[in-house]
């Protein structure tokens, strides 16, 4: 978004996430701070990122700010001073959020004269033009048949134009890009993007496995030092229930998802290719079964990320899908 401050304009970046996530940042002021606050807190501080404290919900009838502002005081040790009261809800208190964001955050330092160096961070989900008209309220990963996977990148170093080719750190494909543009809130196609500047590329990526959080994009045939921190998205390792037994995987729940009806299975494992943009610790495997046809192998974090996803398959997309019971694979030593 654009925002106008003290006579300029800035361009912000402002990334929403999916309700089960982003709760884990969550401090309102009537439940005050929760457990999963604290691990993302330190978290966050560990990598020296600016912290804007903002306490939610202050206009619930069981609101108590001021115990609650004491609370993140002896928890984080942030000055009473500093956090920002506001009720998402009505809209009390956002400006302020907003004129913090820019007062408090550093602005972006990268050079447009240096190398190309891409950060690519994300996926979309969207509401597609195609389904509006009949499923106004189903939202669809942002793949485009035409286009490929549409990825968010924020540009580091260096400047990024239509018609450049360019290189994965981590797989080493290269692509050339067709549309480059930012969210405003909707996509606006530019001419470039520069560096400290967030938007969307589309450089004809066929698969949704091709595009890895945290990656790294330069200029082909000008390779530059990848972004620190970058892992290949892996769910949470297992331990076997015995000394002498391990799991094979480090996925901890697998189970199989087929269509109800067998000649849905296309339409099926396109859904789940779609989803696992915005979900990239599921891994995905085809499966067939003699009693139920033509399906896929799923790894999950857990058992509530599998009805998360299932649940999200089902009304996004209008799976009529039949998942098998969850199992931990092991072998015994």
């Given at each position: ?198 938007g969307y590329i589309a450089c004809n990526m066929k698969e949704s496995s091709e595009a890895h ?63 696992t943009l915005t979900d990239r610790s599921v891994t995905v495997q085809r499966e067939s079964s ?44």
């Open positions: 978004m654009i925002y106008n401050f003290n006579g300029r304009e800035y361009m912000l970046n402002l990334i929403d996430t999916p309700g089960h996530v982003d709760f884990a940042w969550e401090v309102d002021a009537s439940q005050g701070v929760q457990a999963q606050s604290i691990s993302v807190f330190h978290n966050a501080k560990e990598r020296g990122l600016t912290i804007i404290p903002v306490l939610n919900k202050i206009d619930l009838p069981a609101a108590q700010p001021e115990r609650i502002a004491a609370q993140m005081q002896s928890t984080f040790g942030i000055d009473p001073m500093d956090i920002i009261p506001i009720s998402a809800k009505t809209g009390k208190g956002v400006e302020n959020v907003l004129e913090a964001i820019i007062s408090r955050i550093p602005p972006p330092t990268g050079s447009p004269t240096a190398q190309l160096k891409a950060f690519l961070f994300d996926s979309m989900c969207v509401h597609h033009p195609l389904l509006s008209l009949s499923q106004p309220h189903k939202p669809i990963s942002r793949y485009d048949r035409y286009r490929g996977v549409i990825s968010l990148v924020n540009v580091q170093e260096g400047i990024i134009r239509k018609g450049d080719k360019i290189a994965s750190c981590h797989t080493r494909k290269k692509y050339e890009i067709t549309e480059l543009g930012i969210m405003h809130p909707e996509e606006v196609p530019v001419d470039s993007l520069r560096a400290g500047q967030v959080i945290g990656d790294t994009m330069h200029r082909v045939g000008v390779p530059v030092e990848p972004l620190p921190g970058f892992q290949p998205a892996k769910a949470m390792v297992s331990f076997g229930l015995h000394p002498m037994m391990h799991f094979i995987d480090k996925y901890q729940v697998f189970a199989g998802v087929f269509p109800v009806d067998s000649n849905d299975f296309p339409k099926l494992e396109e859904s789940i290719k779609r989803l003699s009693a139920l046809g033509q399906g896929c192998r799923l790894g999950f974090l857990g058992t509530l990320h599998m009805d998360v996803f299932r649940q999200r398959l089902e009304d996004e997309y209008d799976a009529n899908i039949i998942i098998t019971a969850p199992t931990v694979p092991y072998k015994r030593e």
